[in-house]
Each structure stands twice: as C-alpha cells, then as structure tokens.
C-alpha cells in the first residue's frame, strides 16, 4: 500500500520570507506538491494564472465557497484566498507531500479538517528586520504596509497553534530546519500503523 502523503502548512506574518523559503526547499527536494491557491484579488507584475495563483471575480469565489470547493479559506487584506479541496486531496493520496503557504486564518481551518498535518509558523528575526523586508519589496502603499506591521503582533498570538517555529534568519538554515521537521515526521510512530506485542 502506498504510503500517504505529508500535509505541510506554512503561515507567518507578511514579509517574513514564506515563499522564499518555499522556493527553496522545493529545489532541494523531490516529493513535494505546491497547491496553488485560489484568489479573488488582481495579478501583480509578474504572476502567471495557474503558478503563482488561480485568479477569480469576487462573485466566482463566493460560488466556490457555496460549493464547497475549499479545504480552507479566508478574506485577507479585503481580498479572498483559498485552497482548492479536491487537489490536495487526491495529492496526498497518491503519497505526495504537499505545501500550503498560506494566512493563520486558513491554518486553523486546515487543522480541523487535517489535524495531522504538519504546521509550520515563520518567524522573523526582529520586527525592525520585518520592517525593512516589506519595505524593500516595492509591492505595497505605505497605507498597507502599516497595516501589515500592525497586525503582525496579533499574528504573533497564533505561535501556540502551530507544531513548529521557525525563525527565518538566514536562509539556508531555515530550510534544513524544515526538512529535519519533515523527515522526523515521516518517521513518527502515529503516522503508520504500530505493530501490537503479544
């Protein structure tokens, strides 16, 4: 029988270094999947439909969620953001180990319907570094960035909901950190069935 998949979550706050991090684990290893997600908001410069998003109208979204389509969801900075069910589904069957990069609201909904996924929060080095992350980026108004920095101590909050911390310091480190949290998971006792002594 074919050995099921690992569900891999990834929250943290905005700027933190998530997709970064993601890029780069998914160079070093083979057997992960990356759900794209769906989102209700405009394409920035340089994102591709079906790569870096599924990219919908307001209303299509709000179809979807009616319909069920989503293992989690979430309206996030006025936009909505969602993992499609049927994916992630079949990919974990087939014994890929998937990634999700997404909001702590989503993560929550996640940990209900998987509570044996893998729950990963990103952690910055120091606020000020977070700061001068979202600013060097170029991306937001200066109205969303002190959004973002605003909620990033409510964010901070949810670190007791994940399984794991991760700070983001330097690269290279974060990644093997994960995947030393991936293979001692593949290796957890619960995951597979335990021989009973007689």
């Known amino acids: 029988m074919e050995e099921k998949g690992l569900l891999i979550v990834i929250s943290g706050p905005s700027g933190v270094g998530k997709g970064t991090i993601i890029k780069e684990l ?18 920035r410069a340089g994102e591709v439909e079906g790569i870096n998003y599924f990219f919908v109208v307001q209303e299509k979204f709000l179809e979807m969620i009616d319909n069920n389509e989503f293992l989690e969801w979430a309206k996030v900075y006025s936009n909505y953001y969602g993992t499609p069910r049927k994916f992630v ?12 990069e997404i909001d702590i609201q989503g993560s929550l909904q996640v940990q209900k319907s998987f509570p044996e996924g893998i729950f990963i ?7 000020a570094e977070l700061e001068s992350r979202i600013r060097g980026r170029g991306t937001d108004e200066e109205a969303q960035i002190l959004e973002r920095l605003g909620l ?14 991760v700070i983001n310091d330097q690269l290279s480190a974060a990644v093997e950190k994960i995947k030393a949290i991936i293979q001692a998971e593949r290796c957890r006792i619960s995951r597979s069935q335990r021989r009973v002594i007689s």
């Open 121 to 127: 929060f990103i952690l910055p080095p120091s606020l």
């Open 26 to 43: 998914f160079r070093q290893e083979d057997n992960l999947t990356y759900s794209v997600s769906v989102t209700s908001r405009s394409p």
């Open 152 to 165: 990033v101590q409510d964010e901070l909050k949810y670190l007791p909901y994940y399984d794991y911390g």
């Open 89 to 100: 589904e079949q990919a974990l069957e087939e014994g890929k180990n998937v990634v999700l």
